[in-house]
């Protein structure tokens, strides 16, 4: 149900192709929007997740399979998106690997799951927004036009989504941004509380929640919005 109602959300906000809507008008004023904007999608994980475990034959593969299962929700749908490698012309998509993945090191993988603010972390929130601002960045630097951003995140992730949209709140050339934010949870104190502000460029908020969460630090946060 919950991937279900995700696809729905995103197709709400223009990032997956609906083979359902046929209408001449909606397509026109779909054509015409995206001729003068480009859309970038990126996608957060959650800690310790990756962009290739949306794999089933991967996922089975890893020693921790049964902690899977299946695969993660997150990398799902961003290898199911259509982008402009599909034709869809205007459309980029990036995902980000969540905080503490890909950290081998004994110990060190603990720390970097733990402490997202250790300014020695090899892969804490500074490490995660510096890689989606440089895939942003690039995109915008080769283009005049408007840039629609949609931030998708899944628990720190999640957080992460609200982190980039403060962060590109005085950019002149983002438009708008988007933000789905599933089960977003800091896990960490250190993170500044203006983050949960977003400015009035964020047009839509989705935010999906755990009922009766209480572990402590990583209660669910729901932002203030200024429009």
């Not at 630097?141 to 962060?167: F, Q, Y």
């Not at 950019?171 to 949870?185: C, E, F, G, T």
């Amino acid at each position: 149900n919950s991937i279900i109602f995700i696809l729905e959300s995103l197709l709400s906000l223009g990032c997956f192709s609906d083979k359902k809507k046929d209408s001449k008008t909606n397509r026109n004023d779909e054509l015409h929007k995206y001729d003068t904007t480009i859309t970038v999608t990126i996608y957060f994980c959650g800690s310790g997740l990756t962009g290739d475990l949306w794999d089933p034959e991967y996922v089975k593969s890893l020693p921790d399979y049964k902690s899977y299962g299946t695969p993660e929700l997150l990398a799902t749908l961003h290898h199911e998106q259509l982008s402009h490698k599909d034709g869809l012309n205007n459309h980029y998509k990036y995902i980000v690997d969540g905080v503490g993945a890909n950290v081998s090191i004994p110990v060190f993988d603990l720390l970097a799951l733990g402490f997202p603010s250790s300014p020695n972390n090899p892969r804490g929130w500074d490490e995660c927004l510096k890689e989606a601002k440089a895939f942003l960045m690039d995109i915008i630097s080769n283009t005049d036009k408007k840039i629609i951003v949609n931030a998708i995140g899944h628990s720190r992730g999640g957080i992460l989504t609200m982190w980039l949209a403060h962060e590109l709140a005085n950019i002149n050339q983002i438009d708008s941004i988007n933000i789905i934010a599933y089960d977003p949870v800091p896990g960490d104190k250190s993170v500044p509380k203006e983050i949960y502000s977003l400015s009035s460029k964020v047009k839509h908020y989705i935010g999906i929640y755990a009922r009766d969460e209480r572990t402590s630090v990583f209660e669910p946060i729901i932002p203030h919005t200024t429009s």
